[in-house]
């Protein structure tokens, strides 16, 4: 015959999987109180959660009175100290209590235990030792699966608010960066239309000079944009042949007599116009830099990720910490962008980028991934 304390126990695991599920805070809190009343028999508890320096009454029971919990600072009273302390107090009469602070005269004796690191549950009655440590006990298991669900629904919500603000971000950024290409736009068009003219009335070395700044301002335009876009999370993504799609990059980069080599095959998961991007972009920095006969090769990192390295003059280990700032370029021609726009791609899917000597002697562009997911293969 079952006992009544496997009755409760397993009345708590049920109450316990509820809470779990629960999608607020706040009704993780009613249903532990809940449960309080109707397994614990505890008819008036609350549940008090830690916010900026106070423990607020987020779930009283319905056999509370009104004033049954009130607002306290997190060092004040049975609460503040259980907070503070992390430990689990019964008190059988609270006039004799020195901690105890009800919120309402008629509460003669309670427990006050601990909501992991997020808060605190109090049960209390209006008739002394009417608690003993068998009721610690009980709160203690009920609340632990409270404590774990605040938490994860509290980290939950930060990264909700995370993302929304960053997509307000960025969208603000493309906004703005969009804005001012447009305002550059017009006059270089009509700078490009006088230089067109002037060419026709004569002939200067120094248009030349023109006609070259000119196309550094829309290259400046064109990565400003695509810096500003490739910022957003990805959140699609799906298996793409590495080797496959660094061969179409080569056929759109001006490659002189620079050679690719795919060193090993493999598929990786993401968004797959943006690691198109990234892979021009590394491909173009690695023939800009490595010079005219560079050989780039392509492919996986053992640990989980894939680089592009190549055979050239790379990068002093006292500059690699700066090639992937905006507008740092060793080149001649260079914007600078370029390296920025690699590594907010990389960020945008939640791997990192980071810069050593290849086999060559060269620079080797290692990207890597936290999740074994992102690997296709």
């Known amino acids: ?43 008036m508890s609350s549940v008090l959660l830690h916010e900026d320096g106070w423990l607020e009454p987020v779930a009283v029971s319905s056999e509370a009175p009104e004033d049954g919990a009130r607002r306290m600072e997190d060092d004040q009273g049975l609460a503040g100290k259980t907070f503070r302390t ?58 632990a699966h409270t404590a774990r669900t605040v938490d994860r629904l509290r980290f939950e919500r930060e990264l909700r608010g995370r993302k929304a603000e960053l997509e307000r971000k960025n969208q603000r950024l493309e906004a703005f960066v969009s804005t001012v290409s447009h305002d550059l736009r017009n006059p270089l068009n009509v700078a490009s239309g006088r230089l067109a003219l002037a060419r026709e009335d004569c002939d200067s070395e120094h248009l030349d000079d023109v006609a070259t700044a000119h196309d550094r301002m829309e290259s400046l335009i064109e990565d400003l944009l695509t810096l500003a876009r490739e910022g957003r999370p990805v959140e699609e993504t ?3 042949s590495l080797g496959s799609l660094a061969r179409r990059c080569w056929g759109t980069v001006e490659t002189d007599g620079a050679t690719l080599v795919i060193e090993e095959e493999g598929s990786v998961r993401a968004d797959r116009d943006r690691l198109r991007q990234l892979l021009e972009n590394l491909l173009a920095n690695a023939v800009d830099h490595g010079g005219e006969d560079v050989q780039i090769t392509v492919g996986m990192l053992d640990d989980g990720g894939f680089y592009v390295a190549d055979d050239g003059p790379g990068v002093p280990s006292d500059q690699r910490e700066n090639v992937f700032e905006r507008g740092v370029s060793t080149a001649e021609e260079g914007t600078g962008f370029g390296l920025a726009i690699v590594e907010e791609i990389a960020t945008a899917h939640d791997w990192t980028v980071s810069i050593a000597e290849s086999p060559a002697g060269g620079a080797q562009f290692e990207i890597r991934w936290s999740s074994p997911e992102d690997a296709a293969d």
């Open 1 to 43: 015959m079952t006992s009544g304390r496997e009755e409760t126990l397993t009345a708590l695991h049920s109450a316990a999987t509820e809470i779990q599920k629960c999608d607020s805070v706040e009704s993780a809190c009613e249903r532990t109180v809940a449960a309080a009343e109707q397994i614990l028999e505890f008819t």
């Open 86 to 143: 992390g430990e689990s107090y019964v008190v059988t009469d609270v006039a004799t209590d020195s901690d105890s602070d009800p919120a309402n005269r008629r509460y003669l004796s309670g427990i006050s235990v601990p909501v992991g690191e997020v808060g605190v549950f109090q049960a209390v009655a209006e008739e002394r030792d009417a608690f003993d440590d068998s009721d610690i006990e009980l709160a203690e298991l009920l609340v």
């Open 238 to 240: 799906e298996a793409v």
